[in-house]
């Protein structure tokens, strides 16, 4: 199994163009996760999908549109990239929601200017 | 969720055993409590979690108070491939969101 898989691994935006970050998981997880890092923080949540077919805002979800297109993918798109969004995003995904271990992807390292 | 309590950063010598502290003094009496670790800009890592009992598996122990307002990590003997910051998270476990709050963490450094 390969897990979560994200791609690109690093990606240099300017400023208003637009990028969607993928990923897959193998597992057949039910839930998947978007999250953020910026440097010396912790992670924090973009979206989610807790189920095939749906989608919900997290923390920090302004200026992002996700899409659950399966079970295995759910993508970040950023419309019109800004400075404030160069960060690290972190794919993630669990079984169920009696699950306890969430599986996080490589992340994709992203830089606006 | 209930708010964690982590010092920034601690040092432990290679071999010895680490003690990551964490505080959550607001948690309620369905709230997990789960550890992951993120080593140096990789995805974050699952290590344990517990209610009220203290645990242990392959990784770690967890100690958890009596009155469950503070929980202890431990690493029985830290090698240089621990170095990593370790999220303290306290979490409702039922329902479908799973969603985790990441704090800032504790950055563990072992030292050879």
């Known amino acids: 199994n390969a897990g979560v898989t994200q791609t690109p691994k690093f990606q240099v935006l300017k400023t208003g163009q637009s990028m969607t970050l993928q990923c897959a998981q193998d597992?057949?997880?039910?839930?998947m996760y978007w999250y953020r890092q910026d440097p010396g923080m912790g992670l924090r949540l973009i979206y989610y999908?807790?189920?095939?077919?749906?989608?919900d805002k997290g923390e920090v979800p302004n200026g992002y549109n996700v899409s659950r297109l399966n079970k295995r993918e759910f993508s970040l798109r950023l419309e019109s990239a800004a400075p404030s969004q160069t960060s690290v995003y972190f794919c993630?995904?669990?079984?169920?929601?009696?699950?306890?271990?969430?599986?996080f992807g490589p992340g994709t390292r992203l830089t606006v200017t | 969720d209930a708010k964690t309590t982590q010092p920034p950063s601690m040092d432990c010598a290679e071999g010895r055993a680490a003690n990551l502290p964490c505080n959550h003094s607001?948690?309620?009496?369905?709230?997990?409590v789960y550890w992951y670790r993120q080593i140096h800009s990789q995805g974050p890592q699952y290590i344990i979690h517990g209610l009220k009992n203290n645990e242990t598996n392959e990784m770690a122990s967890l100690i958890i108070t009596e009155d469950r307002k503070s929980s202890t990590l431990i690493l029985p003997h830290a090698t240089l491939r621990d170095t990593a910051v370790y999220y303290c998270?306290?979490?409702?476990?039922?329902?479908?969101?799973?969603?985790?709050?990441f704090g800032t963490g504790t950055l563990l450094a072992v030292q050879p």
């Open positions: 993630a995904s669990i079984l169920s929601g009696n699950s306890y271990e969430q599986y």
């Open positions: 597992m057949n997880h039910n839930s």
């Open positions: 607001t948690i309620s009496g369905n709230e997990y």
């Open positions: 998270i306290v979490r409702v476990a039922t329902g479908a969101t799973n969603k985790l709050i």
């Open positions: 999908s807790a189920s095939e077919g749906t989608t």
